[in-house]
């Protein structure tokens, strides 16, 4: 009888360590998930950063394009007041 209390006190005890583990992984499976939350989140933010950082430098490069166009005109205007030599 004795063996037979003593198999189920070390059945109980793996029982028992088998029930923390699984708390265990359900706690970190929890952490995880919401980990995986907050990366999706920040990814969207990047993503919709990267979209923004893209626009605002095809705008710098057009911005860039039409002061040269302006800085030949201005030049040209210059030159032909220049030739009028006032």
Known sequence: MTSEIERIKILEGKITRIVDY?????D???KLKQQIKTLKQEHKTLTEQTKKVGQLDENLKKYEKEREVIRGKIDTIINQIDKLEI
């Open 28 to 30: 970190e499976n929890g």
């Open 22 to 26: 699984i708390n265990t992984l359900t």
